[in-house]
């Protein structure tokens, strides 16, 4: 017989079903539950001990052949399968009216010690709903296709046998019955979706794109919410032939014909306790309406999927009842009672005497002596509930303080269950108590640890969040949601996927670190991530990930604990790009720079210090080593300055004072430092720069020699400024005192103007063009010779012009230096025009003298050296005066031309 224990927990079911005995062909009833009984209309004494057969020949009629060939099959094989539906008809009600309902039900086997099949668990579900695709004899199934029909029958037993196994997993049932749906009919595309919170959860779709089903996975259930969500919502069939113009899929249409589901129709799979546990759907790729042949087909696949799903539920039910059950036998200080009303007898366990600190010889049970055990805060709600029981025939279950013969106060927890007579009235009360005062009070010390412990995770400034295996929330500490609840829209997001919240680039590393912990259990893995922030910078976190496990050490949650290092990281990164520009500034700069602790009088030298001096000195030394290089001309001012500004609040230091370098010669030093002092004022620290500026000193020296000449030079200077956008653009900075006297225009009035302000230059006389062409090419101009006139009175001016490149070789500057050469020209022109004069002179001497003075010595040669005639010689002496006069007269003409000069 079936024990006391199974038949609380049977009796709990509120499915109708039956325990048969396994004594094929009888198949005797064992026991049936409440739910059976009341569904019936007959007491457990007209069933139990009868067969089957005999206890429902007028129900079962002519299907008592199938249903006995289904209960036969299940007892051979040890499989579970489905027996055909049936009709009932009711018994007639107060008005005498009667009326027809449908039952299917599943038939699961149970085992005994020997391996055998003992029992036979008949569990039955109203499919009246599905009236319109059902007759008597079950589910009407008209498919013109017998081989089709063959199909889905011998898919259904497979699925059936699958899930009767006994380690069966429940999407591996599904999964099969699916894709073995989409073989028999390929252009459905089958989805079972569960409902969990409202919300719609993907079982099985194997047909679906993913992509598609992540987009719906979540969606709460409502009027508009596709098929599947408005099934779930209203608990009835909805069809729709074409998704792109239906209501239903209003706000959900853009998801499907994005990847062309274009019809869909889904069932409420129902329970026994009217909840919608799942809905069942069938797409299409076409816009179709459903036949005959298709309504019969999905009202037969939910009625298997919700005896399917019934039965696991009431399986995973029994089995955790019993499951509490057995582990309740073991535990210490469970005690029995049982009352019989009639006779007013109260009997107790023995544990139960031990509960109440009493002597089972001394104390004999009655109901009013428990009552008066009963704590007086609980008694009346303890007798109140008693009566209630007995006067509804109920079960009642409840918790009470009793006061122990030690006079402590202890927690029990009690059943009692109503036995009914044959009058219908209660004539038994049974129960047992449990002593929980231990674990109410662990549970106490438990709630109150961990109202402190919430209190201070809440109080942390650190993360901690905890999530499920899938990666939603299911604990978050207020730290975490004041920061972030901004991505939720400020709302509750418990049971939100976590993954969304953390940066794009770091999702990935995730899922790997949540997979190092699965692998390991127990143990810490770190990682860094970034997360979205309201501001465009995300915000990193440095986090622990651990992953909690149940008692069998299998893991459940993924906690987390992290900080947030934005602060810090930036505040490194920061540090980082200042040692590095330090670095670089060392390396770039010839300045020695240095970092002077005051406390210690130590001093870090950069390595510029060695390239202007070319040595180092040693850090620990400290100030004494540099003051002993200071020149000695110079040290005692520079250290008396030092130190009364380190004595005073001052902050900045600056002297110019020389240094020696490693071969004895003297650098001029130019030094500032910056002095950090502690919060009394005390200098403790100073960070400055030594620059060597000999050269800036040697080159003023050279400038202000350099302007000395240029301000007191004979010539004209005009120094102006170039424009890099346009050449031409000049702006006058600078003219000397020369350039005034020469031009008349003083500084004031030609500083900032254009040098084409001055208007003394003649465009008659000068190659302006010339002029413009220097400049625009940037070409030297030398020893032009340009014309100016001033106050009447015409210059000439020799003018240069010089081009000043900077390092990049940019135009930055024009230098023009004028020297007027007015007198020097007109000299050079008289002089040049005496040198014409002798050069006539000169022409004369040489040739209009020579022709008498070659006659003269002619003539002269003719009387000396041959015989002439004394008329001869007279006429030679005349010819010979005549060259004389000539000769006179030429040398006259040329002492006159020599006076002219």
Not at 573 to 594: H, K, P, V
């Amino acid at each position: 017989m079936i024990s006391q224990d199974f038949k609380g927990i049977f009796n709990s079911s509120p499915v109708p079903s039956l325990v048969l005995e396994a004594d094929a062909p009888a198949f005797t009833i064992a026991e049936a539950n409440e739910a059976f009984l009341l569904l019936s209309a007959r007491s457990r004494e007209e069933l139990v001990g009868r067969s089957f057969h005999d206890a429902f020949v007028e129900v079962l009629s002519g299907e008592a052949g199938s249903s006995l060939a289904v209960l036969e099959e299940v007892a051979a094989t040890g499989k579970s399968n489905m027996a055909p539906v049936m009709r009932y008809v009711t018994p007639p009600d107060e008005h005498g009216q009667v009326s027809e309902e449908y039952y299917q039900s599943s038939c699961a086997a149970v085992f005994g010690e020997d391996g055998k099949v003992k029992y036979i668990l008949k569990s039955v579900i109203n499919v009246t709903s599905d009236a319109g695709s059902l007759n008597h004899r079950g589910l009407v199934v008209d498919i013109a296709d017998a081989r089709r029909l063959e199909q889905v029958e011998h898919l259904e037993r497979t699925v059936l046998e699958i899930n009767a196994g006994k380690n069966s997993q429940l999407n591996d049932v599904l999964l099969h019955y699916v894709t073995g749906i989409e073989r028999i009919f390929p252009e459905m595309a089958c989805s079972i979706m569960g409902i969990r919170n409202n919300r719609l959860q993907n079982w099985v779709s194997p047909s679906l794109p993913p992509e598609y089903i992540q987009s719906i996975q979540d969606v709460e259930i409502s009027a508009k919410a596709g098929s599947c969500g408005t099934a779930a919502f209203t608990k009835k069939m909805i069809v729709v032939e074409d998704i792109a113009t239906d209501p239903v899929w209003e706000n959900h249409k853009e998801l499907a014909l994005k990847y062309d589901l274009l019809a869909c129709w889904s069932h409420p799979i129902i329970l026994s306790d009217d909840t919608v546990i799942a809905t069942f759907a069938v797409y299409y790729h076409k816009i179709k309406a459903p036949n005959e042949e298709e309504l019969k087909f999905v009202a037969k696949a939910v009625a298997l999927l919700t005896v399917i799903l019934e039965n696991r539920r009431n399986l995973d039910l029994i089995a955790d009842n019993a499951l509490l059950i057995s582990q309740g036998q073991e535990l210490a200080r469970f005690g029995t009672w049982q009352w019989d009303i009639e006779t007013d007898v109260v009997s107790w366990s023995d544990t139960l005497y031990a509960i109440y600190g009493l002597e089972k010889g001394t104390y004999k049970p009655s109901l009013e002596g428990y009552l008066a055990m009963v704590h007086p805060a609980d008694r009346d709600r303890v007798r109140g509930g008693l009566e209630y029981a007995m006067g509804n025939k109920t079960d009642i279950e409840f918790e009470e303080r009793i006061i122990h013969a030690s006079g402590e106060v202890r927690y029990l927890k009690t059943w009692s269950r109503s036995k009914l007579g044959e009058s219908g009235q209660v004539e038994k009360m049974i129960g047992a108590c449990l002593d929980i005062t231990q674990s109410k009070n662990i549970q106490e010390e438990l709630l109150a640890s961990e109202s402190r412990l919430r209190s201070l995770v809440d109080a942390q400034t650190n993360y901690v969040i905890r999530t499920d295996l899938q990666g939603n929330y299911t604990y978050y500490n207020t730290k975490f949601r004041e920061d972030f609840r901004w991505f939720y829209n400020n709302e509750d997001f418990l049971g939100v996927n976590s993954i969304m919240v953390v940066m794009h680039y770091h999702r990935l590393s995730v899922v790997d670190v949540v997979n190092k912990c699965l692998l390991e259990p127990g143990k810490i893995v770190s990682a860094e991530l970034d997360y979205v922030q309201q501001s465009d910078k995300p915000r990193s976190v440095y986090w622990h990930f651990i992953a909690l496990t149940d008692s069998a050490d299998k893991p459940v949650e993924i906690q987390c604990i992290g900080i947030d290092v934005s602060e810090r990281k930036q505040a490194i990164d920061e540090l980082r790009r200042s040692n590095q520009r330090y670095e670089l500034l060392n390396m770039a700069t010839n300045d020695a720079i240095y970092d002077w602790d005051l406390l210690t009088d130590r001093i870090e030298w950069g390595a510029g210090f060695f390239r202007l001096f070319g040595f180092d000195l040693i850090e620990k030394d400290g100030v004494a080593e540099w003051l002993r290089h200071l020149h000695p001309e110079d040290r005692a001012a520079v250290e008396q300055s030092l130190h009364l500004l380190l004595a005073d609040r001052g902050q900045k230091w600056s002297a110019e004072y020389r240094f020696r370098r490693a071969d004895g010669t003297y650098a001029f030093v130019e030094e500032i430092g910056y002095i950090t002092r502690n919060r009394q004022g005390k200098a403790v620290r100073m960070i400055g720069v030594m620059r060597d500026v000999s050269r800036q000193k040697a080159e003023q020296y050279e400038l202000k020699l350099l302007g000395s000449v240029i301000t007191n030079t004979s010539d004209a200077v005009l120094i102006a400024k170039s424009d890099p956008g346009n050449v031409m653009g000049l702006q006058i900075l600078y003219v000397n005192a020369a350039f005034t006297k020469l031009t008349g225009y003083t500084p004031a009035e030609v500083i900032g103007k254009s040098p084409l302000v001055l208007k003394g230059f003649r465009s008659s006389d000068n190659d302006i063009d010339k002029l413009q062409r220097a400049v625009s090419n940037l070409e030297q101009l030398k020893s032009e010779i340009v014309y100016y006139e001033k106050e009447d009175k015409a210059y000439i001016i020799n003018l240069s012009l010089h081009p000043v490149l900077d390092g990049a070789g940019q135009l930055t500057h024009w230098i023009s230096i004028g020297r007027d050469v007015t007198e020097k020209r007109r000299y050079i022109s008289e002089i040049e025009e005496r040198n014409q004069k002798l050069q006539q002179i000169a022409w004369m001497q040489s040739h209009v003298i020579r022709a008498p003075l070659a006659r003269l010595m002619s003539l002269i040669d003719l009387m000396k050296n041959y015989e002439n005639s004394a008329e001869e010689v007279s006429e030679l002496l005349d010819h010979i005066l005549t060259s004389a006069h000539s000769l006179d007269d030429i040398i006259r003409d040329i002492s006159s031309k020599t006076d002219e000069i």
